[in-house]
């Protein structure tokens, strides 16, 4: 009998468990995505207003680049000589 119990205390357990996650997993991911962003903001929101505040601060006339040139690697490069072969019985 005492097995029985031990087996009931453990399925309530877990079903148990399966719906607090369902209930506080939204929220506990919400709250980490948004600390998650107020850090990236933190970090990174002085350099997207200075980048702005300077395009607005350029004239007319002015060239700008925001993209880097792609490399283009060459697949000409031997790697070594081709032997063929014949299998001998």
Do not use: C, W
């Not at 200075?50 to 601060?57: D, G, P, S, V, Y």
Request: aromatic content about 14%; glycine content about 4%; hydrophobic content about 40%.
């Amino acid at each position: 009998m005492a097995f029985l119990k031990t087996i009931l205390i453990i399925v309530l357990i877990y079903y148990l468990f399966k719906i607090l996650v369902k209930m506080f997993a939204p929220k506990i991911f919400g709250y980490a995505a948004r600390k998650t962003q107020e850090h990236f903001n933190e970090k990174f929101g002085d350099f997207a207003q200075q980048n702005n505040a300077q395009r607005q601060n350029d004239q007319v006339g002015d060239v700008i680049i925001d993209k880097k040139p792609s490399r283009k690697t060459s697949s000409d490069n031997k790697v070594g000589d081709y032997i063929d072969f014949e299998e001998i019985d």
